[in-house]
Nanobody
C-alpha cells in the first residue's frame, strides 16, 4: 500500500483547509485510516481516524469539533477538513493506514503504512 498526502499550505487562523490522502496498491488490506501530525520538537500525535469501510471515527480532543475526517472509497481517498484552525495546529500532517481493525487507533505504532507528510502552517 502506498499513501500520497496532499493539500497542505499556509492558512489563516479561523480559515479552512482540506488535506487529502490517496491510497494505491493493495487497498483491500486497509482497515483503518488515520491522520497524525508532528510539530517541530514534538512527538508525532494522533489527529483522527476512521474505518476504511465503515462510519466509525475517532478524534483527538484537541481537534474535536473543528476537524472532520471523511473518505471517498471510489477514489481511495481519505480527507481531513480543518475548520477554524489555530496556530497550534501548525505541523507536518501524515496519513497512515492499518491492516487490522482492533487495538489502539490513536497509537502510531499500530499503523503499518505511512504517507510522506504535508506541511500545514496556520498564521495568527
Amino acid at each position: 500500500v502506498q499513501l500520497q498526502a496532499s493539500g497542505g499550505g499556509l492558512v489563516q487562523a479561523g480559515g479552512s483547509l482540506r488535506l487529502s490522502c490517496t491510497a494505491s496498491g493493495r487497498t483491500s488490506s486497509i482497515y483503518v485510516m488515520g491522520w497524525f501530525r508532528q510539530a517541530p520538537g514534538k512527538e508525532r500525535e494522533f489527529v483522527a481516524a476512521m474505518y476504511w469501510s465503515g462510519r466509525s471515527t475517532l478524534y483527538a480532543d484537541s481537534v474535536k469539533g473543528r476537524f472532520t475526517i471523511s473518505r471517498d472509497n471510489a477514489q481511495n481517498t481519505v480527507y481531513v477538513q480543518m475548520n477554524s484552525p489555530k496556530p497550534e495546529d501548525t505541523a507536518v500532517y501524515y496519513c497512515a493506514a492499518r491492516d487490522r481493525a482492533d487495538g489502539l487507533w490513536y497509537s502510531p505504532d499500530k499503523y503499518v503504512y505511512w504517507g510522506q507528510g504535508t506541511l500545514v502552517t496556520v498564521s495568527s
